[in-house]
């Protein structure tokens, strides 16, 4: 669990650094980069981690895909949380998708 933990912050840290700047289009692409730049260094601090930890319980197919899944789920919360966007019927749907690939990377582990 302590791998799952990581992910989820390195993500949180990720969905930041890429889409929080997307409310501030009137400022300089410069400073979005530098500043996204900056917060992505916090995400790797968290995702080097959880890889070294997780890698052995879990095959690198394994952490890509529940890294996969953890960065949806960040990324539908922020998305309605901090840009005020509403989740669409075929959002959902290929997300639900997503979630059936991950049953298929663990299937046979469970």
Known sequence: MKTVGLLICSNIFMTIAWYGHLKYRNRPLILAIVASWMIA?????FQVPANRIGYGDFS????KVIQEVITLSVFV????LYLGERLKWNYALSFLCIFGAVAFAFWGQL
């Open 77 to 80: 919360v922020f998305a309605f």
């Open 41 to 45: 260094f916090l995400e790797y601090c």
């Open 60 to 63: 690198a197919f394994q952490l």
